[in-house]
């Protein structure tokens, strides 16, 4: 069975920085896409970020520069470290296994960027 759990959320003032982290288990981080997204209230979730199975990275256009995807095979984590925060990043973020059908998804960890 797929389960992922995301932590690293929080609250975080303009500028900050946040690493979240997704904790696998039941498939292996090496053998998915693995993606990022996000959610936040009132629309649809979104891709971030992703990491392709030999290690190819893409960003959406709203976060290029200012977060980096990576993962530890050995503890089957994927991190998503975002720097220069903005108000807009405030969402709730997932991370899920891209080409797994049907998708699967944690709960979430909730980013919260104000002053």
């Known amino acids: 069975q797929v389960q992922l759990v995301e932590s690293g959320g929080g609250l975080v003032q303009p500028g900050g920085s946040l690493r979240l982290s997704c904790v696998v288990s039941g498939l292996s981080v090496t053998a998915y896409t693995m993606g990022w997204y996000r959610q936040a209230p009132g629309l649809e979730r979104e891709l971030v970020a992703s990491?392709?199975?030999?290690?190819?990275?893409n960003y959406a256009d709203f976060v290029k520069g200012r977060v980096t995807i990576s993962r530890d095979n050995a503890k089957n984590t994927v991190f998503l470290q975002m720097n220069n925060l903005e108000p807009d990043d405030t969402a709730v973020y997932y991370c899920s296994p891209i080409n797994l059908f049907p998708q699967r998804w944690g709960q979430g960890t909730q980013v919260t960027v104000s002053s």
């Open positions: 990491l392709l199975n030999i290690g190819t990275t």
